[in-house]
């Protein structure tokens, strides 16, 4: 028999994978592909993954930065915790990442890591403390 915590338990692990689909299929567009052959789709999806890939280091990394930055200010509580906007973040790689890609000299990947710290630090979102039943 299964208890409470063991659904709640089941359900985070089930609400991870639902926002991960829904990132797949509504921000990166998973299922619209550039041509109709095999290939061509293998390699949508290849890009797509590595994209998204990116956009996990970087969504981690700049999560770490935002909260180390504010409990350094004492703009938040020791039990706050902040992430930047996940949709903001995809923008912001988006706009820049394939100059960086192109052409990776030191300046272009300083300007472009300056430019989306700011840039997606600027919108953040206060993470739902969990409660315990």
Known sequence: MMTTEDICQIYD???GIETNY???KNRLNIENYNGTKRITIEQDI???FIFYNIICYYNSYLN????LQLSKKGKC????????DQANLIRNLNDGLMKV???PIKDNICEFTS???WKSSDELNKI???YKI
Do not use: A, P
């Not at 770490?64 to 909260?67: G, H, Y």
């Not at 509580?77 to 930047?84: A, M, N, P, R, S």
């Open 13 to 15: 692990y089930r609400w």
């Open 22 to 24: 829904n990132t797949f």
């Open 46 to 48: 290849y890009s797509q």
């Open 64 to 67: 770490m930065l935002v909260n």
């Open 77 to 84: 509580d020791e039990d706050d915790e902040y992430q930047i």
């Open 101 to 103: 890609i192109v052409n």
């Open 115 to 117: 430019d989306l710290i």
């Open 128 to 130: 739902k403390k969990k």
